[in-house]
């Protein structure tokens, strides 16, 4: 069901985009926007889809993300955007019965995984009037983690095993689409990051988010200068 779904969402955002591409040269205004710099900030809602016989329920994380960002104009309507921002994600999975307590030493209950990255985002942006679309690639850096069983002090009851960066993998890349809205210095928008890498290596952390990858879906404000 999963692969679906995120099959349907890349199919939905790629045809969009193409269809703008497409109508842009028709609505573009007459005058070069200029490179713009700013700052911009919001909202995160980030979960892991566990490949996991012992999760019971995943819950979405909200976490927050802030940084600088420039717009540099290619031409009338298209331009490259990269960004430099500070990225707090995870997801918050129920995990059950006995088969994950034997086999790792976990206690059954919902354990929280925040993961803080900065991130590179390279998109590149068609503007229609107001609006504008924007899609690209994203490279992150993991600068901390940190697990929590919220029902016990102790991930482990066993070794009293406390996970850190060093059991997810320190890169993170993916793709990133979203749309905003630009009035005079202020953006508004939405934004989904699609991660392509793996967040756990293996040993706990890995068997804790099998097959799980970042998957972001952002809120944001920003003010250009």
Excluded: C, W
């Amino acid at each position: 069901m999963k692969t679906n779904y995120d099959y349907r969402i890349r199919k939905g955002l790629g045809i969009a985009l193409l269809m703008l591409i497409v109508a842009a040269p028709s609505f573009a205004q007459s005058n070069n926007p200029g490179p713009k710099l700013g700052i911009k900030g919001g909202a995160n809602l980030s979960q892991f889809f566990v490949n996991q016989p012992t999760v019971e329920d995943e819950n979405m994380k909200v976490g927050l993300h802030f940084g600088v960002f420039t717009k540099i104009p290619i031409n009338n309507f298209v331009s490259f955007q990269p960004e430099l921002l500070y990225t707090n994600v995870g997801s918050k999975i129920s995990y059950g019965g006995s088969t994950l307590e034997s086999a790792l030493g976990i206690e059954e209950g919902e354990v929280r995984f925040n993961l803080n990255y900065i991130q590179l985002p390279l998109a590149f942006t068609l503007n229609v009037g107001p609006l504008n679309i924007h899609a690209g690639p994203y490279l992150s850096y993991l600068a901390s983690a940190n697990v929590k069983n919220l029902r016990n002090s102790d991930l482990s009851t066993i070794n009293a095993t406390e996970l850190d960066r060093n059991d997810f993998h320190t890169l993170d890349y993916g793709l990133l689409a979203g749309v905003g809205f630009d009035v005079q210095n202020v953006t508004i928008g939405a934004r989904y990051n699609y991660g392509l890498r793996e967040v756990g290596k293996s040993g706990i952390a890995g068997n804790l988010t099998n097959d799980s990858k970042n998957s972001v879906a952002q809120l944001y404000i920003g003010f250009g200068f």
